[in-house]
T-cell receptor, first 113, second 113 residues
Framework: GAGVSQTPSNKVTEKGKYVELRCDPI?????LYWYRQSLGQGPEFLIY????????DSGLPNDRFFAVRPEGSVSTLKIQRTERGDSAVYLC???????????FGPGTRLLVL | SQKIEQNSEALNIQEGKTATLTCNYT??????LQWYRQDPGRGPVFLLL?????KEKRKERLKVTFDTTLKQSLFHITASQPADSATYLC????????????FGSGTRLSIRP
């Protein structure tokens, strides 16, 4: 079956611009996670959705970052006024109700110039 | 909060030998611990999960141990092959009240023919 997909695969933007990153989870998975991964580091938790609601957004670094999941399936991570330090790979993962094993997408590589 | 330590230095192993990777954690013992594999440019892929009441788990050439006294998990790949070359990430639940996970920085494994 189809896995987690993320678009775009790569995004280059200029400092100060707004970007949206999209995640399509595995069908039927109620839990969805966003992570950020810098080179040589493990994924860093950003936000977790259970259904449509953000159950835990404690990993979002500041109020420039926001994520939505309006229908409990596709999620969008939104970054306002991008900064060069936002450059990283943004990973999305989904899991079934037991929330233990997570299935990751290929990531979106964001480069802020 | 929980912290995870994985050997940041790359591990180079001769093909056919057993590779052993270490994951140490601080603070409380997690309810479970997971190992993921990550190839360059890809998202992590789940390999194995071991629960706090399990000492050892096996899957084909993979073996994971979990020592709650030492606060350590060992990940073994027997009869290693060049195709096993990747970064291996340890992950465990983020805090005692949540089922969301945090990741170590990973250990890069290289199997030479």
């Amino acid at each position: 079956g189809a896995g987690v997909s993320q678009t775009p695969s790569n995004k280059v933007t200029e400092k100060g611009k707004y970007v949206e990153l999209r995640c399509d989870p595995i069908s039927g998975h109620t839990a969805l996670y966003w992570y950020r991964q810098s080179l040589g580091q493990g994924p860093e938790f950003l936000i977790y959705f259970q259904g449509t609601g953000a159950a835990d957004d404690s990993g979002l670094p500041n109020d420039r970052f926001f994520a939505v999941r309006p229908e409990g399936s596709v999620s969008t991570l939104k970054i306002q006024r991008t900064e060069r330090g936002d450059s990283a790979v943004y990973l999305c993962a989904s899991s079934s109700h037991d929330q233990e094993t997570q299935y990751f997408g290929p990531g979106t590589r964001l480069l802020v110039l | 909060s929980q912290k995870i330590e994985q050997n940041s230095e790359a591990l180079n192993i001769q093909e056919g030998k057993t590779a052993t990777l270490t994951c140490n954690y601080t603070n409380y013992s997690p309810a479970y611990l997971q190992w993921y594999r990550q190839d360059p440019g890809r998202g992590p892929v789940f390999l194995l999960l071991i629960r706090e009441n399990e000492k050892e788990k096996r899957k084909e050439r993979l073996k994971v141990t979990f020592d709650t006294t030492l606060k350590q998990s060992l990940f073994h790949i027997t009869a290693s092959q060049p195709a096993d070359s990747a970064t291996y990430l340890c992950a465990l639940d983020r805090d005692s009240s949540a089922s969301k996970i945090i990741f170590g920085s990973g250990t890069r494994l290289s199997i030479r023919p």
